[in-house]
């Protein structure tokens, strides 16, 4: 009886580990078949349009006569939004993620790290629809000459959106700093904002940085909030109160229906399809990179 009570245990164990392991499986292939389909697809384009005239062309054009297939334009958006989301997310990221950390009591924390938390909830579209009827006419007072749909307006928001992921990543860093670190501060005589700036951020540098990445790449890939608040107008220009395109609206832009299948137009949603995954790998390559080489080990 007890052999096989243990032989049935035996069988139940190994399904459970084959379960999990095809779990395991779908998330690799599914993966996989995604950067087939964009190798496939973004090679096909590339065999009409040369790859070097699709880096360094400074027009983006796909949809007009004559055509221009320059990426540049919507990479600059692209990065335009990251840069200014990081802006704002950062430094009001890692703020309050040191409040948290160390100057919070445990109620206001478990109070607090929730709700911050809730942002990253939001829908997307809501983001947008936040920037064009709150954000944008705030910004239109400050600065006229400002475009309804502007580069501005969905930094901003994109920055709020991203908010979470630096603020959680960065405080789960600091909370992992030992506390013994901090009571030797505290008992040479350094005050709680020294040892929250000297002793707490470089030994958990490692996890802010991965979040600060992270929470950049985020921002890269998004979709909705750029594509309503930031406009549809591909250009290369710094000026944050124009009207930009990123490689994520125009994607959506000609996913809409109206391009026809298998013409070069449609292609071109696999090819900026491409530089933005590799953009976003290099970046969580990236991540992982500092946080092998930054980690701090404590025994």
Known sequence: MKLDRLRIQGIRELAIEKALFLCALVSILTTLGIVLVLIFEAFSFFEEVPILEFLTGTTWAPTYRPQHFGVLPLINGTLMIAVGAAVIAIPLGIASATYLSEYASPRVRQTVKPVLEIL?????????????????????????????????????????????????????????????????????????????????????????????????????????????????????????????????????????????????????IFAVGMVLFVMTLFMNIASMWIRERYREVYS
């Open 120 to 268: 990253a909830g939001v829908p997307t579209v809501v983001y947008g629809y936040f920037a064009i009827s709150f954000i944008t006419p705030l910004l239109r007072e400050v600065v006229p000459e400002a475009n309804i749909f502007n580069a501005a307006s969905a930094s901003i928001v994109v920055g709020i959106m991203i908010l979470p992921m630096v603020s959680s990543l960065s405080e789960d860093a600091m909370r992992a700093v030992p506390r013994a670190l901090r009571e030797g501060a505290y008992a040479l005589g350094a005050t709680r904002f020294e040892v929250s700036t000297k002793i707490v951020t470089p030994a958990a540098l490692s996890g802010i940085l991965a979040s600060f990445i992270l929470a950049i790449s985020r921002a890269v890939g998004e979709t909705m909030a750029v594509t309503l608040a930031a406009g549809a107008t591909p250009k290369i220009t710094l000026n944050f109160f124009e009207s930009i395109q990123t490689m994520t609206a125009y994607i959506v832009q000609v996913s809409m229906g109206d391009t026809p299948f298998g013409s070069i137009e449609y292609k071109t």
